[in-house]
């Protein structure tokens, strides 16, 4: 699910989204077609052209994004543009990991160029991708899936058209927009008019990050400035703008008008800033490639703004970045014994993974639930299958979800190693570890997430580390903040809770007062007495 695509007018306006796609994609995609436009002027533009991109700053934020844009014709005459992206395995360089000092560091550099001309295809272009990335074959493919998701897109378009009588698209676009544009104007004057202020603190790398936002919301729309966040950071969790657009964009939507479609129409009411040289608008050449991992906290940034006009319609904060296994191995890529790595496995590999959600309105968080990129977790099968890598645990985190009247949802824990005798490079893209999900009206936080050997060593949360031959990672991701004061959770719920292992024994006595035992029957005397005593 890490890729998106999109229908686009001749002016580059987004018309409609995939259903499929995260919005750092969708939404910083919708701002790239522009880019391509501008250095590729529609009179230039021939039947059979297809555009490629992986520029950080006028793609999706990262190299390891490529983002495709094909022309559709149709009797000869430009119709409408499709794009699409998808996150490839590997890009070269460093890789998938923090530990870059510029972008020249973090792997090949696509700019805004052809990958066909007419239908021919670039052979030189794909010629010089497959000598750079560690993993050519899968990465090759994705390309030419990318092209091909266009293509197919342009053949039903033409049906489409066909199909209604129509030879041209401007009149419907036209009424997408402009009806998308006022919807969206309609739901925000539901919201109080006022500047509403909100900061949080994430781990960051060399020392806390700060990321700090003013909202204000008036009749004509909302305007959010970022003036007060961080300074860029030294390695690569840097966000590129677009990126900082398409996920603040995306949390106040979800909130505001969250059944409007997602468009150039009613994205268009909401405006964001960010000052240059901070870390939610980094400038090149900075390093990006886990931008991620700052960028995805902004929708929880947002709902703190909203939480001040809307009381009680937003979650508590929740795990928010990916928590996805990066590893790579053999012999070139990691510390080690040359005899040793030279007999190994050679691999790569990027595996999805996620901690609990904020609790919502009413409704307990999810748990291990990709919130808000809408990536689905990798089965460890896969995983297995693709590497030498062994998942040995993969279960719900005990306790890790905030307590609240609506508890958060559950981080997971996993245990993995080697199946040969040999060691393996592992890349740590995580937050959360120091600064875990907060709860929201007295519920408590999320557990933050920790990263170590299970033979005791700590390990860092972010950068590539070496795990040393017969060492298994053990990785505890974090809880999604709770909702409401603890003490007024349904003593039903609290017992379920325990009946299925979400909560312990002592974590229902403990964070809720409930006196309950393993299959979920609860004392009802005992609790009385233990929630009364507590009180006083």
């Not at 860029?232 to 657009?245: A, D, K, L, R």
């Amino acid at each position: 699910g890490d890729l998106s695509a999109g229908v686009f007018d001749t002016s580059g306006n987004m018309l409609a989204q995939a259903v499929t796609g995260t919005p750092g994609h969708v939404n910083s995609m919708a701002r790239s077609v522009s880019h391509f436009l501008e250095r590729f002027p529609i009179e230039t533009i021939s039947d059979g052209d297809v555009f490629l991109t992986n520029d950080p700053w006028k793609g999706t934020g990262h190299l390891h994004d490529f983002t495709f844009m094909t022309p559709c014709f149709c009797e000869n005459q430009l119709v409408a543009l499709f794009a699409s992206t998808c996150h490839v395995v590997d890009i070269g360089g460093r890789g998938m990991t923090s530990d870059g000092r510029s972008i020249y560091e973090e792997g090949i550099y696509i700019p805004l160029m052809r990958f066909a001309r007419a239908g021919i295809m670039d052979q030189s272009l794909i010629d010089i991708i497959t000598a750079n990335v560690r993993e050519p074959v899968q990465v090759i493919g994705d390309l030419h899936s990318l092209a091909t998701c266009n293509e197919i897109a342009c053949n039903r378009l033409r049906e489409m058209l066909d199909e209604f009588s129509l030879n041209a698209l401007e009149s419907l676009a036209e009424h997408i927009l402009k009806t998308s544009q006022a919807a969206t104007l309609k739901a925000i004057k539901k919201v109080p008019n006022g500047v509403y202020k909100h900061a949080m603190r994430i781990d960051g790398l060399e020392e806390p990050v700060d990321l700090v936002a003013t909202m204000q919301v008036s009749d004509e729309g909302i305007t959010v400035d970022f003036s007060g966040s961080s300074g860029i950071s030294s390695y690569g969790i840097n966000v590129p703008f677009c990126y900082t657009e398409a996920y603040a964009a995306f949390g106040i939507k979800c909130i505001v008008a969250p059944d409007i479609p997602n468009n150039s129409g009613s994205l268009s009411v909401i405006q964001i800033s960010a000052p240059a040289g901070t870390i939610l608008n980094a400038t090149h050449p900075s390093p990006v490639s886990v931008r991620h991992v700052t960028g995805q906290m902004l929708p929880d940034l947002m709902f703190g703004c909203l939480h001040q006009a809307m009381p009680d319609t937003v979650p508590a904060e929740g795990t928010s970045c990916l928590w996805n296994l990066y590893a790579y191995g053999g012999a070139g890529r990691v510390e080690g014994d040359p005899q040793t790595l030279e007999d190994s496995e050679t691999f790569t590999v990027l595996s999805f993974h996620s901690g609990g959600t904020g609790a919502r309105p009413g409704k307990d968080g999810l748990s291990a639930t990709a919130f808000p990129s809408g990536v689905k977790n990798v089965p460890v099968e896969v995983t297995e299958a693709i590497s030498p890598l062994i998942v040995w645990r993969k279960e719900y985190r005990q306790d890790s979800g905030g307590a609240g009247k609506y508890r958060g949802g559950l981080g997971q824990t996993m245990e993995l190693s080697l199946r040969e005798d040999a060691p393996f490079a592992f890349s740590a893209l995580f937050d959360r570890i120091e600064h875990p999900p907060l709860g929201r009206n007295g519920g408590a936080n999320g557990a933050g997430g920790t990263i170590g050997l299970v033979s005791g060593v700590v390990l860092k949360g972010k950068g590539t580390q070496t795990i040393p031959a017969g060492e298994h990672v053990l990785i505890e991701m974090p809880g999604g903040g709770g909702i409401g004061d603890p003490s007024t959770r349904n003593l039903l719920a609290v017992a379920a809770d325990v009946k299925m292992g979400l909560v312990s024994v002592n974590g229902a006595r403990a964070d809720y007062g409930v006196v309950v035992d393993e299959t979920g029957n609860v004392d009802q005397t005992k609790t009385k007495n233990l929630r009364e005593t507590t009180e006083v």
